[in-house]
């Protein structure tokens, strides 16, 4: 499956953009789709995840700020993205795959700047 991020930009810090990311095909109740971020000079790094059946689970980092959530019928995954900050800019990546070791399809990533 290919996947289609989108919604990136540069943001004021408190902001909140609204990301999506879009499969290309239906994805099916078995697979679980999240969001991951590589800030520049770091590894890339889990932000959140969701299943078919709603289940979240999120960074630390983000917990409280961010929320994930998917519209099965759009094949779509949105991160609802809140009070933002410098730490938080980074490029974005969708991923989908059968569990969270996400080894499978993985989006072109879309870049997220957080100016203080």
């Known amino acids: 499956v290919q996947l289609q991020a989108s919604g990136g930009g540069l943001v004021q810090a408190g902001g909140s953009p609204r990301l999506s990311c879009v499969a290309s095909?239906?994805?099916?109740?078995?697979?679980?789709m999240g969001w991951f971020r590589q800030a520049p000079g770091k590894e890339r790094e889990f932000v959140a995840a969701?299943?078919?059946?709603?289940?979240?689970y999120y960074a630390d980092s983000v917990k409280g700020r961010f929320t994930i959530s998917r519209d099965n019928a759009k094949n779509t995954v949105y991160p609802q993205m809140n009070s933002l900050k410098p730490e938080d800019t980074a490029v974005y990546y969708c991923?989908?795959?059968?569990?969270?070791?996400?080894?499978?399809?993985w989006g072109q990533g879309t870049q997220v700047t957080v100016s203080s």
């Open positions: 991923a989908a795959d059968r569990d969270l070791r996400f080894r499978g399809s």
């Open positions: 095909r239906r994805i099916d109740s078995t697979y679980v």
């Open positions: 969701i299943r078919w059946s709603a289940g979240t």
